[in-house]
């Protein structure tokens, strides 16, 4: 049985008030050149909320009921919290566990899929943290597994396709969900570069990567999952298709497409009546769900005549933080791969990440933990 001190929940970060957006947007851009006009463009983003992103209350909610469900379970592990890019910052995090006696952690990076910011990059900060603190060797991190296609964070997308479908069928009397509604299942659009770099080479993903792969791969169950109203066996034929949001990098880097709002622009030409915006590649409600769906893509589907329902992400839904904790146990009880419970074919993925895996082609490889060089 492993032995760990500590859970350490590892989130992004986002600014907890107006004097703290730019600084935070430093944070997250540093060593991009990347100038103050368009940070002050993205800002406009947490602006608009009072300067407050709503994913720090969210990981402290997460926090609170993963020490809960740990503690209803008989496992004696503290949960401790920090972030990338600002504070309770990781480094200062890391520190702290040390002081306490806590030089075993078992890290929850707050994403889901493989690619270099949702994972290496996770994996980069704390192994930078334990140089800046002095704390290497002394301090040991492993990571859970990326749990893209655990039950635990499929099933709430589950439930809520299937009630989005019910609220379509509401708002739009006599509407036919297998040819005039379309789910769009979104995520954040990377580079191409680093796409093409997630997961393992030696799968062999082709265009898109690993990143790609396993999001058309949960798409695919929870599609298969949907059944008529009234009718346990036959199977919708809602269309379906994986779009992409949040872009950031310049015009002439390819990222990934379709963006969301191009997508919603050709539906009505194709006599879709309605979507269910589905936030695939998120764990709650933060500002790229808050602004880019329910502001832009809402507003983008007003504008084309579309009726949208989004469906909530899994946040702290029960299904998601027991299966978290599930994941906790799988490293502490050693679970062999094959009991490991995977929704797609794809998984379960790897406790340790494999060789080279998520490059960020443009940095290199910085040193990491949780995974084999480089």
Same mark, same amino acid.
């Given at each position: 049985?492993?032995?760990?001190?500590?859970?350490?929940?590892?989130?992004?970060?986002?600014?907890?008030?107006?004097?703290?957006?730019?600084?935070?947007?430093?944070?997250?851009?540093?060593?991009?050149?990347?100038?103050?006009?368009?940070?002050?463009?993205?800002?406009?983003?947490?602006?608009?909320?009072?300067?407050?992103?709503?994913?720090?209350?969210?990981?402290?909610?997460?926090?609170?009921?993963?020490?809960?469900?740990?503690?209803?379970?008989?496992?004696?592990?503290?949960?401790?919290?920090?972030?990338?890019?600002?504070?309770?910052?990781?480094?200062?995090?890391?520190?702290?566990?040390?002081?306490?006696?806590?030089?075993?952690?078992?890290?929850?990076?707050?994403?889901?899929?493989?690619?270099?910011?949702?994972?290496?990059?996770?994996?980069?900060?704390?192994?930078?943290?334990?140089?800046?603190?002095?704390?290497?060797?002394?301090?040991?991190?492993?990571?859970?597994?990326?749990?893209?296609?655990?039950?635990?964070?499929?099933?709430?997308?589950?439930?809520?396709?299937?009630?989005?479908?019910?609220?379509?069928?509401?708002?739009?009397?006599?509407?036919?969900?297998?040819?005039?509604?379309?789910?769009?299942?979104?995520?954040?659009?990377?580079?191409?570069?680093?796409?093409?770099?997630?997961?393992?080479?030696?799968?062999?993903?082709?265009?898109?990567?690993?990143?790609?792969?396993?999001?058309?791969?949960?798409?695919?169950?929870?599609?298969?999952?949907?059944?008529?109203?009234?009718?346990?066996?036959?199977?919708?034929?809602?269309?379906?298709?994986?779009?992409?949001?949040?872009?950031?990098?310049?015009?002439?880097?390819?990222?990934?497409?379709?963006?969301?709002?191009?997508?919603?622009?050709?539906?009505?030409?194709? *006599? +879709?009546? !309605? $979507?269910?915006?589905?936030?695939? &590649?998120?764990?709650? =409600?933060?500002?790229?769900? /808050?602004? @880019? #769906?329910?502001?832009?893509?809402?507003?983008?589907?007003?504008?084309? *005549? +579309?009726? !949208? $329902?989004?469906?909530?992400?899994? &946040?702290?839904?029960? =299904?998601?933080?027991?299966? /978290?904790? @599930? #994941?906790?146990?799988?490293?502490?009880?050693?679970?062999?791969?094959?009991?490991?419970? !995977?929704?797609?074919?794809?998984?379960?993925?790897?406790?340790?990440?494999?060789?080279?895996?998520?490059?960020?082609?443009?940095?290199?490889?910085?040193?990491?933990?949780?995974?084999?060089?480089?």
């Amino acid at each position: 049985m492993a032995q760990y001190d500590a859970v350490l929940l590892a989130g992004f970060g986002g600014p907890e008030g107006q004097d703290d957006v730019i600084p935070f947007l430093r944070n997250v851009t540093g060593g991009r050149g990347i100038p103050e006009e368009r940070l002050e463009v993205v800002a406009k983003h947490y602006r608009h909320y009072g300067g407050i992103s709503p994913i720090n209350d969210q990981n402290r909610v997460l926090k609170a009921a993963l020490q809960v469900e740990l503690s209803r379970r008989g496992i004696d592990l503290p949960v401790i919290w920090g972030n990338r890019n600002w504070a309770p910052y990781l480094r200062d995090t890391i520190s702290e566990a040390h002081e306490a006696g806590q030089n075993r952690l078992l890290a929850i990076a707050t994403s889901a899929y493989s690619s270099y910011s949702g994972c290496r990059q996770y994996r980069e900060d704390f192994a930078a943290a334990l140089s800046d603190k002095n704390l290497t060797g002394t301090v040991h991190i492993d990571k859970i597994r990326q749990f893209f296609d655990h039950p635990g964070f499929v099933d709430p997308f589950i439930t809520g396709v299937t009630q989005g479908l019910k609220d379509v069928a509401l708002a739009v009397p006599g509407i036919d969900v297998d040819t005039e509604v379309e789910i769009l299942f979104s995520t954040h659009s990377i580079p191409m570069t680093d796409a093409n770099k997630s997961g393992p080479a030696e799968r062999g993903f082709g265009e898109g990567g690993a990143y790609a792969a396993q999001h058309r791969a949960v798409a695919q169950v929870i599609m298969d999952s949907l059944v008529e109203p009234g009718d346990d066996e036959a199977k919708l034929r809602t269309q379906w298709q994986l779009v992409y949001q949040s872009r950031s990098g310049p015009p002439s880097m390819p990222w990934l497409e379709p963006d969301i709002n191009d997508a919603i622009a050709l539906l009505p030409a194709r *006599g +879709i009546r !309605a $979507v269910i915006i589905v936030p695939l &590649g998120f764990v709650s =409600d933060h500002m790229e769900v /808050l602004w @880019d #769906l329910d502001n832009e893509a809402l507003e983008t589907s007003e504008k084309f *005549g +579309i009726t !949208a $329902v989004r469906v909530p992400t899994p &946040g702290v839904s029960p =299904d998601f933080v027991s299966g /978290l904790v @599930d #994941l906790i146990e799988e490293r502490l009880n050693d679970t062999p791969v094959e009991d490991r419970p !995977a929704k797609t074919a794809l998984g379960p993925w790897y406790d340790v990440c494999r060789p080279g895996c998520c490059e960020n082609v443009r940095l290199g490889f910085k040193p990491a933990v949780a995974g084999m060089a480089p």
